[in-house]
């Protein structure tokens, strides 16, 4: 999987933003359900944190192979949680996994297919990035000029 994948996704869909913890495993629940009645495709993405990740290559070194490994897992769970997503609620759910700032990544993506809306989990999985910079959807409330919902909770 890589960033050409993440532009044949369809557009006019639900983008999921997923860090891949407890709390946005409700956000992507959500999306999935709001494609379904939407009738149309979901796009899970995942953002590597590209700072996190380049400082992983530099400490690790290149023969070690550490940031690939990351790399191979987190898109194996990326697309475990989307097979579960599409066989759980019927939707094409289309996942992506792409490096860079999650913030400026799923603006640029949310550019790019022209979603219907943007769901993102209230809480990160990172508690100290949240108390310094504040949650990515936080941000994105600020940055965002597509509809953003923020779940907190599960549907009802």
């Known amino acids: 999987m890589n960033e050409a994948t993440c532009t044949q996704a369809p557009p006019q869909g639900v983008l999921a933003a997923t860090d891949l ?13 709001l ?13 590597l944190a590209h700072d996190w990740l380049q400082a992983l290559r530099d400490w690790m070194g290149p023969a070690v ?7 191979q897992q987190t ?4 697309v475990q949680r989307a097979q ?3 066989a759980a609620y019927e939707v094409m759910v289309h996942p992506c996994l792409i490096e860079g700032h999650p913030v400026v990544q799923i603006i640029a993506m949310a550019q790019r ?14 508690p100290l990035r949240r108390l310094l910079l504040g949650t990515t959807s936080e941000r ?11 779940v907190r909770t599960p549907a009802r």
Do not use: D, F, M, T
Request: charged share 20%; proline share 3%.
């Open 113 to 126: 297919l022209q979603p219907r809306c943007i769901v993102a989990g209230a809480r990160g999985g990172n």
């Open 140 to 150: 994105l409330l600020r940055k965002a000029v597509h509809p953003l919902l923020v």
């Open 35 to 47: 494609a379904r009645e939407q009738g149309c495709a979901l796009v899970l993405l995942h953002v």
């Open 21 to 33: 913890s407890e709390g946005a495993a409700l956000a992507e629940a959500r999306a999935a359900r």
């Open 65 to 71: 192979g550490g940031a690939e490994r990351v790399l």
């Open 75 to 78: 898109e194996a769970a990326l």
């Open 84 to 86: 579960a997503l599409a």
